[in-house]
């Protein structure tokens, strides 16, 4: 496994506030993040992202389940954990990685919005719960 991803995964399963320097240290200058609800270009801007996560919702946790790497490209799979919305949510997702100069180019994340976010909310929930049974 290349260093930079090593760090890289080892500074999300470790991520703190007082740790985000890590997973930053690992980042490109034009560093990209987009996942269902956002997309953040260049890494102070990522860790201003971070930062607003850290105060929205308690405890995240990524636990990573599986890397697969071909050549610069990594898919990986993981699992995330937090309280958010007076709930426990729990799901999985895939991250696809781009490595540019031994630094993290790009972040895109794939995971279910609807299953896993709308369908917690009071009365949008209902109707997403009924779309994914």
């Known amino acids: 496994m290349n260093e930079i991803l090593k760090k890289y995964i080892n500074s999300y399963e470790n991520l703190k506030p007082h740790s985000i320097h ?10 990209i993040f987009i996942d269902p609800f956002n997309k953040v270009e260049g890494k102070e801007n990522f860790e ?13 946790k990524f636990k990573i389940k599986l890397t697969l790497e071909k050549k610069n490209q990594i ?8 309280q958010a919305f007076k709930n ?7 991250s696809e990685v781009i490595i540019k100069n031994n630094k993290v180019l790009k972040h895109i994340d794939y995971w279910d ?6 369908g917690r909310l ?3 929930g209902f109707i997403f719960r009924k779309i994914h049974k």
């Open 22 to 31: 890590n997973l930053i240290n690992c980042l490109h200058n034009n560093f």
């Open 48 to 60: 201003v992202f971070l930062e607003k996560m850290f105060s929205k919702i308690k405890n995240p």
């Open 75 to 82: 898919l990986i799979k993981w699992n995330f954990k937090c």
């Open 88 to 94: 426990n949510i729990d799901f999985d997702g895939v």
């Open 113 to 118: 919005s609807g299953k896993n976010i709308y």
């Open 122 to 124: 009071p009365i949008l």
